[in-house]
């Protein structure tokens, strides 16, 4: 089982609509959560990180569930701009107490005009 | 402020050649990282350093070598590449979450290496 897992889509949408996509993550001690951006042959940047009580930035909505180990991204109103591909990454700590990044494999969005 | 920059941005390497991608970060972070994504893999870690000085393999380590010049640079160096290393690496750089009050990574844009 991977460590991090997401539906790798693709997701075509119409512009306006609201899409959401989901991430499961398998180990239980994992402490923190983000989701990142990826445009298309670009580098990966930070779109928001993931609080247990549930964050939102604009259009954008995350949300994170320990129980079920899984995070969840939210999109309102979707622009063209938003198409891209978003990656799901989870933080924990190593044998050796330090702290790595693990990235799922990325969830394509394209926003149809 | 340049944040995390990369040399070069594309490089084919015949099999057996070696090469060295150089990575910089201006942001005075303490950790940084190397990394490999390939379609359908998603970005694996190969190496990082949590502070100069320190070196420590990541998931994929395999085939590479790496270099903590000083604070600012961050080396990865393939010895003898192989068509199995064609792929887009990243470099990354990380702060002190007590500074920052974040994990976030940094990317650089990115070294796209075909291996033939």
């Known amino acids: 089982r991977k460590e991090v897992e997401q539906d790798p889509g693709p997701f075509n949408v119409p512009e306006g609509a609201t899409v959401a996509f989901n991430c499961t993550y398998s180990?239980?001690?994992?402490?923190?959560f983000f989701w990142y951006r990826q445009d298309c042959r670009k580098e990966p940047k930070l779109l928001m990180s993931?609080?247990?009580s549930g964050n939102e930035d604009g259009r954008f909505t995350a949300q994170l569930n320990r129980a079920s180990q899984y995070i969840s991204l939210l999109i309102r109103d979707s622009k063209l701009s938003d198409s891209a591909t978003y990656l799901c990454v989870v933080n924990w700590i190593s044998n050796f107490g330090n702290e790595k990044l693990t990235f799922g494999t990325g969830t394509r969005l394209t926003i149809i005009p | 402020n340049a944040g995390v920059t990369q040399t070069p941005k594309f490089q084919v390497l015949k099999t057996g050649q070696s090469m060295t991608l150089q990575c910089a970060q201006d942001?005075?972070?303490?950790?940084m990282y190397w990394y490999r994504q390939d379609p359908g893999m998603g970005l694996r870690l190969i190496y990082y350093s949590a502070s100069e000085g320190t070196t420590d393999k990541g998931e994929v380590p395999n085939g590479y070598n790496v270099s903590r010049l000083n604070k600012r640079e961050f080396s990865l160096r393939l010895e003898s590449a192989a068509p199995s290393q064609t792929s887009v690496y990243f470099c990354?750089?990380?702060?002190?979450?007590?500074?920052?009050?974040?994990?976030?990574?940094?990317f650089g844009p990115g070294t796209r290496l075909t291996v033939t």
């Open positions: 993931v609080y247990s």
């Open positions: 990354a750089s990380r702060g002190s979450r007590a500074a920052s009050g974040s994990y976030e990574q940094y």
């Open positions: 942001m005075n972070h303490n950790s």
């Open positions: 180990n239980s001690a994992s402490q923190s």
